[in-house]
């Protein structure tokens, strides 16, 4: 259990009522209203014991808006927490420099590539390294868990998803080489999150619960789900972060051998890791509380945070500066402006190759990355500046290598 640190205060937020005596503080500089609209029915849940805070790149989600923070004392809303529950940030600094690099990375990208199943794709077989974890943390209850969630729970450990998932090779200020990296818990997150998500209705409506949304259904401890629930979600964000770890070292290990150079984890400058979809028991206001962070990052006083941006735009390493009134959050984001949809029927694949001139890059799959295209999602630096009560800005980092799930 992590303590709430008061030491600095931030100036008051957009205060917008919602109902049932709490409020949503938004630091959303133009949140819409669809997006304020789910913020004020999570924030009434009979479920959420505090204000809810809505962060800079807070947009519609499933149940609670992707950008929420939400406080609960004997309750949790799983699907708050969402289905690719401990998905985060990984960020490793190499302490190599671009003058080391060579001119041409598509090599890297394709050692990247071969060595990192992305999208629907998995190991052949589960790697040594994923054995050993899973042995040492096997699900809490195999029994009750679906078929479909164990499938491929060895074979994608160590694998990028799709979507907005990335992994990218960037550079800072000085020109420095950074690693930057973003996935969560593949197939077996999403597989138990759905599976709980149900028993959360059904449990509502045997309890005669009435429910806004039906996405915010909750349970409570008295509930026979709710204890399952809690060991399954922590599991799964110990997933997620190995995930990310396996990953981070075969990437390591694909630069190794394109460049030659000595990067691995042992002589990095620094290691950075954050969830920015999941659940902890943290102490806020003297209450012992689960803090439910959709979208959002932890940044209590010098905590390290990864906020990227979208495919072609920045990425800021950022610190805490322990905001009680965010519950010492941030965003995790730029935060979408379109639907997949629309970004498709919207952005051609000419304007992607544009938005993405000068870098290493899956060209040859444009037509299917569009919707991960910049004009999809908020510029990075208006995000950055809306929360600046929150963190502060270590670093701003440019990728010159993205490779993406698709």
Known sequence: MHESNFSHQSSIPAYIVAGNN??????????????????????????VSSDVALMADAHVGIGAPIGSVVVSQ????????????????????????????PDDLNSTLDAIASAVPAGFKSHPDTT??????????????????PGKATAKIGTQLGTLGGGNHFIEIS????????????????????????????????TCRRAARRLENSSLAYLTEDDPGFHPYIADMLWAQKYALANRFLMTEAVLKALRSTTKLDFSLATARLHIDCHHNYAVKERHAGMDVWVTRKGAIRVRVDDLGVIPGSMGDDTYIVRGRGCAMSYHSASHGAGRV????????????EQLAESMAGKTWLSGEANRLTDEAPEAYRPIKGVIDAQRELIDVEHRLTAILNYKGC
């Open 128 to 145: 040594g390294a994923a054995s050993r974890w899973l042995k040492k943390h096997p699900l809490p209850d195999k029994a009750r868990t």
């Open 338 to 349: 379109m639907s997949r949809t629309q970004a498709k029927r919207t952005i051609t694949a």
């Open 74 to 101: 004997d309750a949790i809303i799983p699907a708050a927490v969402g289905v690719d529950i401990g998905c985060g940030m990984a960020a490793v600094h190499s302490g190599h420099t671009a003058s080391q690099l």
């Open 22 to 47: 709490k409020a949503v503080l938004s630091w959303a500089a133009d949140v819409d209203p669809n997006t304020l609209l789910q913020a004020q029915q999570i924030a009434r849940s009979p479920a």
């Open 171 to 202: 550079l800072d200020e000085r020109e420095h080489v950074w690693l930057v990296l973003h996935s969560g818990s593949r197939g077996v997150g999403n597989s138990l999150a759905s599976m709980h998500i149900r028993e959360a209705k059904r």
